[in-house]
């Protein structure tokens, strides 16, 4: 019987643990990073504002002008092919960014 009640006892101490944790993880973790949410709101590189590429980590003036001034993209790669961005900064905000497709739909008459 102490062995049962040990083993209960051990599972609701584990089960409580791991509840905890997951409730310091939701108080600790940033909804908000720099003002853009790190899931689900991604900025196109086409269509967003200057003030919201200054949130973006490394965006000095001069390389807001140069993303602002080599709009469209085709694809957020085109920030290196194009030389807009550096390697090691486009890996700064790679996961930040998109473009999204831009061709306009068919109108049926």
Known sequence: ??????????????????YGAILAYRRVR?????????QGE???????TREELAKLPG??????????????YRNKL??????VLPQY???QISHRVVV???EE???VA
């Open 1 to 18: 019987m102490k062995k049962v009640l040990g083993v209960i006892v051990s599972g609701l101490l584990a089960a409580a643990a791991g």
């Open 30 to 38: 940033p909804e908000r990073r720099d003002g853009i949410r790190e």
């Open 42 to 48: 991604l900025l196109d590189l086409n269509s967003c």
């Open 59 to 72: 965006m000095r003036p001069d390389v807001l002008d140069r993303v602002i001034d080599n709009r469209p």
């Open 78 to 83: 085109d920030l290196v092919s194009r030389l």
């Open 89 to 91: 900064e486009y890996e």
């Open 100 to 102: 999204h497709d831009r």
């Open 105 to 107: 739909p068919v109108k």
